[in-house]
């Protein structure tokens, strides 16, 4: 062969190389491009977003049917009213302005990732080519109603502490506040791609963006509004029982059942493999707490305490929040285990320290929560940072600390500000007769003398 | 002709066979490769129907908890009875007639789009090639038990509406009928195909076909049974309070999470724009609801009333089933608002006019059924017709004024037949005592008095 | 350049063709030969198995309220405590070892299909590659955590069946040992892949395998606990009403809604026909159940019970569990039609052998178990064998017999062991203040005072 040929030859079989190589990867480029994944994906990852959503919707009749079951039935009427009501305006105020608060795009009044807005008001379909809004995980609509959903729980965690005692009007307006702003900017450290998020804060679903942001928010307001009348005195804790256990227990069922979508759509898509580990995390983590709350208020409280054992499975399912989608099988029964033994320590803590939490509110979410972001320093390092467990669990607490102060500040100025305007509490005699008469002017068992009567 | 000429002859003449035989091929082609779906976009979307489907079924359970909860203890096992009953009821005879009824495929008995009957009995899986049923949406199967879920809800409001003086006997027996026969053949005039689809009615997922079809039936019977006793008398009107507002309250949001499936469903696919904005929709116009109707009865009654803000969630869903996949978000948060303001003044009005609803069915069935029906040709035209607000509102107006004619006529005389034979309402002192003892021989809380002789 | 050189680069340039256009699609058939079905579709049936599994969660919650709904006031904070408690250990159980019994791989300990175990605890999930591990059909994990979520339900069937009067600590150790050991170890036999798998045996979805194995552990409990106090005298026969018609209601609806996920998840993947038609099947099969029931209970005991109503609904879920996949839509009418008269005699047959079941559990579970697995004999015989009706039925009765001789023995063992050792009821006085007070030191009805003083 002459020199040319040889040439020719080099080239060509350059070129078979270049081919065999580049051709996949300009293929590949190309689909990527495109679409990030084929409609059909797009549809089922989609679809699982949306059974997510009504799965966190129903945990709002969990914390209605738990927060009136754990209190008085003279109260009753009044806890479902603010329960139904927070649903509602979690989702309004989502819609006007919560969304564009947590997901502002860019930080544009303080930059550094601590404050963005994108304006008021939720876009139209048209302006946004469904497939390529999320790599093809979601729709706009989706990313809306799923994250909605999460707002109204920062409130209804502050009702239950505040239960039979709380002004109702006032009770209102504090949720319009604090699920409207403090919530979605608190979010947007971490959710929204600023701060919390560059420094490698990891929230999974919401230990801390959700569950503690509303512990802390009942903590401000119960130091602010006190006790139920009789609680603490001379002659000891008044136990106020709780007026409906099966309540209480079809309320830990539906939150437990809608932790599956809090938890499980906090993937943002229907990846297997990472949907059905959140599942088994989830459940394992939620089952520990039952059990560890089982033998710890049966050692402790001689007798074994139903709702002690129901706060342990919801402690379970606060702790595995934070890190359902990046610790072992083993380490979410460990994670949930310890959670069921805090809580009922924490439960008869916040006794001794004269807060009362009607439901155990401060224990489940609050402690729980913190328990649940700091376990993913030590359980799941690698979801955080590649320094170790010591600096995983450093940034975790950064975070902790920062949402605590934020949120602590915000609901105890909020708080503040409607006590020394409008009130915050009932008056005695209102409290007394039970919010039901006072506050609406109904009972919540009105039929009831009925049955009695016999 | 030259032979030049003749081979152009022939060229054109093979080219005219070519086009007549290849284009439409081509085109079907076309149309094949534009329609027919893949296997997993089949199964994604049959998927969500089915999900949509039990969402719709544990609406069932939030009729009969709303409905018992709101009225007397003493004829809470009743209502359970009829409740459940009539899912039975409803699911069975949609399989024998039902179904065939309203899907009639041509209208083989009144042409024009009246009435068509496909046969007894529901088909057996050989007979349909499964993807290729409905252009890989859904199964026969599916199709037939989605709907068949929504049949029994007609009764159901109706149940409401009859509540603690009805013979349950005969209630059954109107079920039967009007769920078997009525609704099937109404509904086949718009979703069968029939004379209200031609003329470009518009009813995405039932405000009228479901809502107020129901509704009318409920205003018929309640004329023809009269009022509870003692409820309007010379003194006033008296209150029968509903005897747990926990149950009620838990009806509501049940009946809220199974419309997610209810509208989510009415999709007919797993669509991700169109399910995910009408999750948005649905969820906003009930959250509006609930906020205009807080609003409204705490300026009206002075005190917020706790089942009239229920009532005012359901309000907004009837409201925007009508319209949920083409009116604007915006949209649905006035259409949702106005119905929450509707249905306080409207459970007024019918107490004024003495027609007794217990749990005021006629208010959120009937008349916010026709506001959501109306309200799409005002914020949705471009469903309905392309010839303005004016001529879209008149297409909605026939619709419901059809609707109403039938079904007004059709349950009243199904009524008026059981009261000139069996009788529609129990004897006076059975209703004194309670239709759990007269028509059960049973109570519905009978362990209470251990707890009440303490 | 030569002709030879002409003729290696013409066949060069040709290799490079075929490479760029073979490559890819050999490449693809070769990940086809692999994996069974695409990525979309393993997602979407996966995600399908998810929902089934929140859906057969939900179950539990309905067997708790169920179970406290038809019982005493003064039993019902036990009652939840034990629902709860049953949850966690099947979860945690399953975790341990039950998944590994259940589904051994090969059976390592008594060949044959008899016994195998496959170690204690479940894999990580890197040790799966997601999509291969069931055809494309699940992952790893979904696989548990369905498998799991039915555990439970075999004690929640005995807890039923014993209550107002089991001791809770015996009844939790009975609970991890039938669920943790007896139910894998006889799950396997059929759905590990052993002996009765083998010989064609048919439970789709557990009428044997789950319900009727709870229900003669159920048997045997409550032959060696004995009646309640006061139940059978010669005075006759005492009816302990149940407490709370709302609760057991609830319950009831719960359990067929799970029964969506028990039934619909069986299937094991999403297939659009299979899964629709278990939808239909089941659905009609509990309508028809419900039906039959009514007018059984109506003719029988002159007044139409709700409670034989609902258990109407539950004996035809039952009945059509093993066959809802292989059996005609008018079949599955007929069979939960049968299933709705059986409960309504064997609730009274069981009363009159004095064996106290509070909840009807031997009926419903036990004898509609054995029922429905002998109806797949008669009513879908191909799917067991081609040697016609006869063989099908003889083989399903082998299968009844096998799991009701092991189920009887072991949990028989367990009881008696526990009965001489630690004993399985409480004293008599115990029972007659109710287990909540001696238990649990609590009320399920704490506030209710405050409503009965009026």
């Known amino acids: 062969m002459g020199s040319e040929t040889k040439r020719w030859l080099r080239m060509l079989m350059l070129a078979v190389v270049v ?58 009427v009044n806890i479902l009213f603010k329960n139904t009501g927070v649903v ?77 005692r709380v002004k109702l009007s006032s009770f209102l307006i504090f949720t319009v506040l604090y699920v409207g702003l403090a919530y979605p900017i608190a979010g947007s450290w971490k959710w929204g791609g600023g701060w919390l998020a560059d420094m490698g804060f990891y929230d999974f679903a919401g230990s801390t963006l959700v569950h503690s942001v509303g512990g802390w928010g009942a903590l401000a307001f119960v130091l602010l509004l006190g006790p139920r009348t009789g609680k603490y005195t001379a ?26 979508g809090f938890n499980g759509g906090s993937v943002l898509s229907a990846d297997p493999e990472l949907v059905s580990l959140v599942f088994v995390t989830t ?86 929560g913190i328990w649940g972001t700091l376990a993913v320093g030590i359980f799941g390092p690698d979801a955080i940072t590649d320094q170790g467990i010591g600096a995983a669990i450093m940034i975790q607490a950064i975070g902790v600390v920062a949402y605590g102060i934020f949120s602590f500040i915000v609901a105890g100025a909020i708080t503040l500000a409607l006590k020394l305007t409008m009130g915050i509490r009932v008056h005695e005699e209102e409290e007394a007769i039970g919010l039901d008469i006072s506050e609406h002017g109904m009972e919540a068992y009105g039929g009831f003398q009925i049955f009695a009567s016999k």
Request: with cysteine; glycine share 12%.
């Open 235 to 260: 002659a000891g804790i008044r136990a106020f029982e709780g007026h409906s256990m099966p309540l209480a227990t079809i309320g830990v069922f539906l939150l437990w059942l809608g932790w599956f």
């Open 283 to 368: 459940s394992l983590a939620a089952a520990a707490g039952v059990m560890s709350a089982m033998a710890t208020t049966w050692i402790v409280q001689k007798k074994p305490d139903l709702s002690m054992v129901l706060n342990g499975s919801l402690a379970g399912l606060v702790g595995i929040t934070a890190g359902a989608d990046s610790v072992s099988v083993l380490s979410s029964i460990i994670i949930g285990g310890i959670a069921g033994v805090i809580v009922v320590f924490s439960v008869l803590m916040f006794d001794k320290l004269k807060l009362d939490d009607p439901v155990g509110a401060l224990s489940v979410h609050l402690v729980c």
């Open 19 to 76: 081919a065999a190589v580049w051709a996949p990867l300009a293929f590949g480029q190309e689909e990527a491009a495109e679409e990030a994944v084929s409609n059909e994906m797009f549809t089922v990852n989609n679809t699982w977003m949306l059974v997510s959503t009504f799965l966190v919707f129903i945990m709002h009749l969990g914390f209605a049917t738990l927060e009136s079951g754990l209190t008085q039935a003279k109260n009753t």
């Open 88 to 164: 509602a305006i979690g989702l309004l105020t989502y819609a006007i302005c919560g969304f564009n608060l947590m997901y502002p795009g860019d930080f544009n009044i303080i930059a550094g990732g601590w404050f963005g807005f994108a304006g008021f008001g939720i876009g139209e379909a048209a302006d946004y080519v469904a497939i390529e809004y999320a790599g093809g995980n979601y729709t706009y609509w989706t990313d809306f109603i799923f994250q909605a959903m999460f707002a109204a729980t920062a409130a209804t965690i502050v009702s239950g502490a505040v239960a039979e």
